[in-house]
């Protein structure tokens, strides 16, 4: 690994706090940098510019290089370690699991935490709080999902920490944020006190 490595963030983000949790878990130093995106600081023409021309974080800074979009920097982060299995099909299976998080997961639970607990709903414009109910079944759905998968499983793709986990655990720990109660997913509850359980874990605080 070589290069400087520079984390380009909004330190209260799921996707960012999966990029430190992989790096906290390699032993991997990470330089931290601040965006405040309730004030638009990664959509001016200097981050636009210099950083992500998608005007989004995280952004991985690779010496001079840039990697955004944060599963694809935990891949790049975690690259010939523990946290991508060897078998064949278990990779693909912890790409199948990131996949879903990005695409049926994240949407959901973690656009209703952002909404409700940082940008608070009486400030949402009349066309999200008309999506509120809809993200909210299709959070449930996922989370689901996720119960059926996670029944008597420690982990999600063989028997330890992988991507998988640390893409699903990011934003399913603060799902109650969102307002999702975890109470009627045992299976999924169980499973974050597996993940926080794993040497080398941080919080999102932390």
């Known amino acids: 690994m070589t290069g400087r490595l520079v984390l380009h963030e909004y330190s209260a983000s799921g996707n960012c706090y999966k990029i430190r949790l992989t790096a906290a878990h390699l032993g991997v130093p990470l330089e931290r940098r601040e965006y405040d995106i309730l004030k638009g600081e990664t959509r001016t023409p200097e981050f636009l510019r210099d950083v992500n021309g998608n005007g989004r974080i995280p952004v991985l800074q690779i010496g001079g290089r840039f990697l955004p979009e944060s599963n694809a920097a935990c891949c790049w982060l975690a690259d010939g370690s523990g946290l991508i299995p060897a078998d064949r099909f278990d990779r693909a299976d912890m790409l199948r699991w990131m996949f879903f998080e990005q695409y049926s997961h994240e949407p959901n639970v973690a656009t209703l935490r952002f909404w409700l607990e940082y940008v608070g709903e009486a400030a ?7 999506q509120i109910p809809a993200r909210r079944a299709a959070g449930e759905a996922a989370l689901a999902v996720m119960e059926r998968h996670l029944a008597g499983r420690r982990f999600f793709v063989g028997d330890a920490l992988s991507l998988a986990d640390i893409a699903l655990y990011a934003y399913s720990h603060v799902a109650h944020e969102g307002g999702f109660d975890l109470d009627p997913y045992p299976a999924v509850s169980a499973w974050l ?14």
């Open 124 to 130: 949402l414009s009349d066309q999200q709080r008309a």
């Open 193 to 206: 006190a597996n993940v926080a359980a794993v040497p080398g874990h941080v919080t999102m605080n932390d």
